[in-house]
């Protein structure tokens, strides 16, 4: 199945003195499930979205050998967990108005702060995740009226920033 990737940056003049970089999606053929591993022992820790998907996903990961653990939100996860990996769902939860979209990406930026070390020492060990999934549209708000919703837009932007501080980790 081919998958959206981004090419290497290109250089954009900028008003300025530093130049913008600029992505361009392009498809490739993906990536086989042999190349994203998990460090032995580690869990998926599944940050629950409230609406069943994080039941789902689990079972999904569990039938291919993965051990997972769903919690409510960042308040659950103790230092005692073995995580290895992250999938915030926070950002498939419904969101009101703009105070309940910067709660959620505060909580998702204390969930990254709160496994940094693990994630980054299973990425070390075998393999260590960060990922994020959010309820944007589909058009990367570019037609819808819901300026709410571009706070979910955040937490790409945190999982982004987590692939390029935390080294070796997907």
């Known amino acids: 199945e081919e998958q959206p990737v981004a090419n290497k940056p ?15 999606l392009r498809t490739v053929a993906c990536t086989t499930r ?9 869990e998926v820790l599944l940050i629950s ?11 999904g990961l569990q039938s291919h050998g993965l051990s997972t653990r769903i919690v409510s939100n ?27 979209g910067m709660k959620l990406n505060k909580e998702a930026f204390r969930v990254a702060k709160s496994v940094a070390d693990r994630i ?4 070390s060990a075998g393999g260590g995740w960060f ?16 300026m709410v919703s571009a706070f979910r837009c955040g937490l790409a932007g945190l999982a982004k920033t987590v692939g390029l501080e935390w080294k070796g980790v997907y």
């Open 131 to 146: 990922i994020s999934v959010q309820d944007t549209g589909g058009d990367f708000g570019r037609t819808s009226p819901d």
């Open 34 to 42: 042999s190349q994203v591993t998990l460090a032995p022992g580690r």
């Open 74 to 100: 960042e308040t659950e996860i103790t230092p005692e967990m073995p995580c290895g990996a992250v999938i915030y769902l926070g950002g498939l939860r419904p969101l009101t108005n703009v105070q309940a």
């Open 120 to 123: 980054s020492a299973a990425a």
């Open 49 to 59: 979205d409230g609406e069943g998907v994080a039941e789902a996903l689990a079972a």
């Open 10 to 24: 290109s250089q954009v003049p900028a008003h300025g003195t530093a130049p913008l970089n600029r992505y361009e």
